[in-house]
Each structure stands twice: as C-alpha cells, then as structure tokens.
C-alpha cells in the first residue's frame, strides 16, 4: 500500500495548508527514473491515531483517480513513507494557490466568460463526486476544493 522513499528524493519541503489529519506541504520531488524534478503537494499524517482515517482517504482517492472521467480532480502520485517514518500522499501541486485567495486577487481581471467557466469546472467536479462517492465525505474534498488546477 504504501511505498518507501528516499529521503532525498524530495527535498524544499515547505509547510502550505492543515486539515482534519494532515498537514500539506509543497516540495519538490527528484523523479530519478525519468531524470527530472516536478512540484508536488505531500500530504502528511499528523497524528498515527488516525490511520484508519487516512487508509479510507487513500482508498477513495485511489477509485476516484484511477477513473478516466476525473478530469477536474487534482492528480494523485501515490503513498510514501518519508520523514521519520510519517505516512503520507503525494498529489500534483496547484500552482495557482487556493481558490478564495486566487478569486479575491484576479477577480477583477477575470472575464465574465472566465468566471462562468470555472464555475462550471467546479460544479462538474463537485458532481463527479457525488455520482461516484455513494456517501460524500466532506474532507475528501480538500484536494479540489480550494486549489485551482492550472489548465494544459
């Protein structure tokens, strides 16, 4: 379930965000099989109490990604044991920061056709979770819920 990693392998671990059980860190992690370095968010058990609760995330994590249909999800990586042996997950990093503060900078700039179309972004994954989580749980939604996924 969990894979272990080097250390060393990511590394400019800064603390960004907490939650319920977790606390969320960006870093950068030294992919050495592809030879590049990508920014990830590290999503870290805080307290080992609570590791049937973060076995159920990862276990509705993993269904959710692994379903093509995931498209306004953040990307997940996989499950790492780093850092004095502390559990945790690696998803894509949001480069644009979380949703309220990236709305309350460029709302003004944004466009009418911009604004409507995250909303609609936002509302697809909101409803692509519902239809595929027979029970939401409000605390799976921290990955999207405040961070804005950079469009390719």
Sequence with gaps: MVANEKNDEFSDLKKIGEGGFGIVSKAI????????KIIVAIKTLKNENDIDKFKQ???????????????????FHKTIVIHNNSFNMVFQFANKGDLRTYLEKSFEKLTWIQKLQMAYEISKGVEFLHKF????????????????????
């Design 29 to 36: 992690w030294k992919r050495q099989h592809r030879q590049l």
């Design 57 to 75: 995330e990862l276990k509705i994590i993993k269904k959710v990604c692994k379903n093509p249909k995931r498209r306004n999800i953040i990307k």
């Design 133 to 152: 989580i027979e029970i939401f749980i409000p605390k799976m939604f921290w990955f999207t819920k405040g961070y804005v996924k950079e469009k390719c």
